[in-house]
Each structure stands twice: as C-alpha cells, then as structure tokens.
C-alpha cells in the first residue's frame, strides 16, 4: 500500500493512536521517511498531544472549559 500526503494527513491521528492497521502504519512510517513535510506534521502532533497530556494531569479542566470543547466537537462541520 503506497501512501501519499494526502493519506499520510487523514491517517495521522489513527497512526499516533496506535488504531491504524499495520499496512497503514507501514505505509505512513515509509513515508515519513522520505516526506519531511509530513515527518514534520506528525512530530508537532505529537508534541502537543505531549503537552496536553501533561497538562491535564497537572491541574483538573474547568467544567466551563469541558462543556465549551464538547461544544464545539458536536456542533463543527465533518
């Protein structure tokens, strides 16, 4: 399975959830390999799902905050 940018993009989020099949895993690793662009992309991904981890551990979320993000989730556009 050869994989381009745009598959690369679209598939990011389930590649660093670890939810990807392996034929996509393999596909995105390949071509991170030779793409820095989207290497790029999936490092500053990965640092900020970093750095919200680390920031809701430290202190708890705002029930106003929590309710706005839902909020948003549920009334964007696919």
């Known amino acids: 399975m050869a994989c381009n940018c745009d ?17 996509v895993r393999t596909a995105i690793s390949a071509h991170l ?4 662009s989207c290497a ?3 490092h500053f991904e ?3 799902r970093l ?3 680390r920031c809701c551990c430290e202190e708890p979320v705002p029930e106003s905050l929590r309710v706005r993000v839902l909020q948003a989730i549920y009334t964007a556009d696919p």
């Open 46 to 48: 990965a640092q900020v």
């Open 33 to 36: 390999e030779c793409c820095p």
């Open 40 to 42: 790029d992309a999936f």
């Open 7 to 23: 598959d690369a993009c679209r598939d990011l989020h389930l590649y660093l959830d670890g939810e990807a099949t392996v034929a």
């Open 51 to 53: 750095v919200v981890a």
